[in-house]
């Protein structure tokens, strides 16, 4: 068990850019989040997996943005003609799928700067 | 609608002092509750959770928080404050009908030596 990882931990990009960030979540857990943090603020949920299976958006998620977890293990999340206000942490967290005690384990995120 | 508010967004107490952390939650019915601390460019680390055993919850680091249903509150406690306690707290509920947790605003704890 080593932990959630993400990939990259730090991303500057351009207004007008896609870009496209990795969530390896902890192996076997069946669930998977993503959620955005802006500064002073708490997460805010933007999507949820079960295995491969996207079950949930948040009504946050305009249609620039999009993620996929192909085969039930990593998850994707892409972001398409960024802009200055997607500038945030996104962070991933997964948990075992074993009811609504479970723990979320959550990576260490990614930070977006579109300058 | 589930929700949590954390009064006051900053909180600063004297190492070996009593820390308290607020949070209240809006639930209609009896949630999961949580507490996770975030380090400087770090992700969240759970603290710990209520899931309607205990009303008493201990955590790691010496903390431990008190589910109160007539109050809606779960507040985090610390009988002695030690200067690695510094840093965000965030207070989180889940419905017991879904997968979507709701996060409050975060404190952010100093400790003065």
């Known amino acids: 068990d080593t932990g959630v990882s993400q990939d990259p931990r730090h991303k500057i990009t351009k207004r007008g850019q896609n870009v496209t960030f990795r969530c390896d979540p902890i192996?076997?857990?069946?669930?998977l989040y993503w959620y955005r943090q802006t500064l002073g603020q708490g997460p805010e949920f933007l999507t949820y997996f079960q295995n491969e299976a996207q079950l949930e958006k948040s009504r946050l998620l305009s249609d620039r943005f999009s993620a996929e977890r192909p085969k039930g293990s990593f998850s994707t999340l892409e972001i398409q003609r960024t802009e200055q206000g997607d500038s945030a942490m996104y962070l991933c967290?997964?948990?075992?799928?074993?009811?609504?005690?479970?723990?979320?384990?959550f990576g260490p995120g990614t930070r977006l700067t579109v300058l | 609608a589930q929700s949590v508010t954390q009064l006051g967004s900053h909180v600063s107490v004297s190492e070996g002092a009593l820390v308290l952390l607020r949070c209240n939650y809006s639930s209609s019915v009896p949630p999961y509750l949580f507490w996770y601390v975030q380090y400087p460019n770090q992700g969240l680390q759970l603290l710990l959770k209520?899931?309607?055993?205990?009303?008493l919850v201990k955590g790691i680091n010496g903390f431990e928080a008190e589910f109160k249903k007539s109050e809606t509150s779960f507040h985090l406690t610390k009988p002695s404050a030690h200067m690695s306690d510094a840093a965000e707290y965030f207070c989180?509920?889940?419905?017991?009908?879904?997968?979507?947790?709701?996060f409050g605003t975060g404190t952010s704890l100093t400790v003065i030596p």
């Open positions: 989180a509920v889940r419905a017991n009908t879904g997968n979507q947790f709701y």
């Open positions: 209520y899931t309607s055993a205990a009303t």
């Open positions: 192996s076997e857990h069946n669930r």
């Open positions: 967290a997964s948990e075992p799928d074993r009811g609504f005690t479970d723990t979320q384990y």
